[in-house]
């Protein structure tokens, strides 16, 4: 279990996060929404060890995280996939393969790549193909299997959609609603489009202002009158 507590984060010496509680269980989607500019992003990038940390704390499984470099936190199983440029562009699939396999050991690496292949079975013909050459949709996948190629035991993704056509978004959360189950992976989702994603989620978090501000089941907050129009745009009947 991914376990934030009283989380006081940001850049240098702003402060973004003011007191942010999360908690995430393997085998299930944890939500995070919020209007733009919450701190969404710098929820994950606190976990991932690359942001500020004033005040509070990140466990995994009761290990405490967050005191640790991000390349420690890495290597525990926590993987990260950023908004942006999550994949090297010039570099052609199999190099990007290559690249998120690094600390895979030189035995395991084929198996690893064979898994990502049975998990993205559309890559297997763009692996010489320059990354930039890619689809949005495509490139996800990519960001994906180089992600998971190193067997974590936390995924975080921030905006997976973002950008995408909607059917395409809808593949991208089929896919990790079933990689959360099959992979048994605790998995951190933030996403822009809040209904869409509390719909395939199980837990959520709501941030405003660098601030937990709801937390408890999908359903609730997306039944919730007051919360799901003042911050997340949705209409509730
Ligand atoms: N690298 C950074 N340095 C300084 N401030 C930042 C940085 N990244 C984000 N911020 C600020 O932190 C606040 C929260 O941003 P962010 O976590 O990206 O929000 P969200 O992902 O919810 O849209 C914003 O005011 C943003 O300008
Ligand atoms: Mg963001």
Redo the contacts with the bound molecule.
């Keep these: 279990m991914l376990q934030v507590s009283d989380l006081h984060s940001g850049?240098g010496k702003?402060q973004?996060l003011n007191g942010v509680s999360l908690r995430a269980n393997p085998g299930r989607i944890t939500v995070v929404v919020?209007p733009?500019?919450?701190?969404?992003?710098?929820l994950l990038k606190s976990i991932a060890g690359i942001a500020t940390i004033f005040q509070g704390k990140v466990e995994l499984d009761g290990v405490l995280l967050s005191k640790r470099s991000a390349t420690d936190i890495a290597r525990s199983g926590i993987a990260y996939l950023p908004q942006t440029e999550n994949i090297f562009t010039n570099l052609t699939v199999k190099e990007n393969f290559r690249m998120a396999g690094y600390t895979v050991k030189e035995d395991d690496y084929p198996s690893r790549v064979k898994a990502a292949l049975e998990l993205f079975p559309q890559l297997s013909r763009y692996l010489d193909t320059k990354s930039a050459n890619l689809s949005g949709g495509e490139r996800q996948m990519v960001a994906m299997a180089m992600a998971l190629m190193r067997k974590p035991t936390v995924v975080m993704f921030d905006e997976p959609t973002a950008n995408l056509a909607p059917k395409v978004a809808t593949q991208v959360l089929e896919t990790i609603a079933s990689i959360t189950k099959t992979m048994d992976l605790t998995t951190i989702l933030?996403e822009q489009n809040a209904k869409r994603a509390l719909e395939i989620g199980t837990d959520a978090f709501l941030?405003v202002s660098g601030k937990t501000v709801f937390s408890g089941t999908c359903r609730e907050l997306l039944e919730h009158k007051e919360l799901g129009r003042l911050y997340l745009g949705l209409q509730v009947a």
């Design positions: 850049y702003l973004i919020g733009n500019g919450s701190g969404k992003s710098t933030v941030l």
